[in-house]
């Protein structure tokens, strides 16, 4: 399963190359989804409600949407790839199914992280 959230974040990305607009401070919609997996429960008949995934996941969205992403420690960067395996990470303690972030920055542009879904 799957669960939808978008982003809008302040990125400067520290390893674009010199005089690339990517390397200046810039603001950043992403569309994230996060994919989940585990057994289904046999009287629910889903691996997770939907509500807890939101409930779970905000912290931690609250830590990215309107945020200066640069500044968050132990994010080595902003770009697409990092952000996405850094959330994979961050999610885990949280959100024991979750197996794959996928992170577009634009339609048709985007990474996965984990499992590819």
Do not use: N
Request: glycine share 8%; charged share 25%.
């Amino acid at each position: 399963m799957w669960k939808e959230f978008s982003l809008d974040s302040a990125v400067r990305v520290r390893r674009a190359p010199q005089g690339s607009a990517q390397a200046r401070l810039h603001g950043q919609t992403f569309r994230l989804r996060l994919g989940l997996s585990a057994p289904l429960d046999r009287v629910l008949g889903w691996v997770v409600d939907f509500g807890d995934v939101k409930t779970l996941f905000r912290p931690l969205f609250e830590r990215l949407d309107h945020q200066p992403l640069y500044e968050i420690d132990g994010l080595d960067d902003t770009d697409t790839p990092t952000l996405a395996h850094w959330i994979l990470r961050a999610c885990q303690p949280q959100l024991a199914a979750i197996d794959a972030v996928r992170l577009l920055e634009a339609d048709g542009c985007g990474v996965v992280a984990g499992r590819a879904f």
